[in-house]
């Protein structure tokens, strides 16, 4: 059982990391929590999320939703393309804890 857990937590942070980093477009369509189902929120939690969100987040969620390639928003937002996928990947934790949050 120990180690059974140890395999279920490994898995699930790796999950996480690829589903935030590398192909989170692949994942949330999977999950059917992309962009075109507001990342799987309600409506009422996707008004609560974009409710909370800094103009620069309102703003990287627009051109996401443009989609438009990283380096295009990087450009648009006077940043890099890391510093548009960190931002990107604190957008959709503050989702999924909204989401899981209505949930239980």
Do not use: M
């Amino acid at each position: 059982p120990r180690q059974r857990d140890y395999l279920q937590q490994r898995f699930k942070y790796h999950l996480i990391r690829f589903a935030l980093t590398h192909r989170w477009e692949l994942v949330h369509q999977w999950l059917e929590a992309d962009l075109e189902r507001n990342l799987g929120l309600t409506s009422h939690q996707w008004q609560i999320f974009t409710s909370k969100l800094d103009p620069q987040q309102k703003h990287l969620l627009e051109l996401k939703q443009s989609k438009l390639p990283d380096a295009d928003i990087a450009q648009a937002l006077s940043c890099t393309a890391t510093q548009v996928q960190k931002q990107w990947c604190k957008l959709l934790e503050h989702a999924w804890e909204i989401r899981n949050l209505g949930n239980s």
